[in-house]
Nanobody
Framework: QVQLVESGGGLVQAGGSLRLSCAASGRTFSELIMAWFRQAPGKEREFVGVIGWSGSTYYAESVKGRFTISRDNVKKTVYLQMNSLKPEDTAVYYC???????????????WGQGTQVTVSS
């Protein structure tokens, strides 16, 4: 089992930045592929980005160039740095983990509880 706890959400003005964190426990973190998803009110959950064991990353087109995912295997934490935020980035952000899936589908085995990000115009 893997437990994931997100933090760092909040209210920010358009054009601002936030950094989300997701702390993992229960399994060797370096063996996990870590992803971020988000879900806006009334919409389906959507893929944001993923980081693999080696640090390779892949992003949704909507966030490419603005968001960056990184990981610290010593702290067992994955980060989502969000810059140039837009009102349409408002959503609950979830981190997810898998031992073998690297991609944009919600095929991940473990999910956090989510953290709210609100971007005001």
């Amino acid at each position: 089992q893997v437990q994931l706890v997100e933090s760092g959400g909040g209210l920010v003005q358009a054009g601002g930045s936030l950094r989300l964190s997701c702390a993992a426990s229960g399994r060797t973190f370096s063996e996990l592929i870590m992803a971020w998803f988000r879900q806006a009110p009334g919409k389906e959950r959507e893929f944001v980005g993923v980081i693999g064991w080696s640090g390779s990353t892949y992003y949704a087109e909507s966030v490419k160039g603005r968001f960056t995912i990184s990981r610290d295997n010593v702290k067992k934490t994955v980060y989502l740095q969000m810059n140039s935020l837009k009102p349409e980035d408002t959503a609950v952000y979830y981190c997810a983990a898998s031992s073998n899936y690297y991609g944009p589908q919600d095929e991940y085995d473990y999910w956090g509880q989510g953290t709210q990000v609100t971007v005001s115009s």
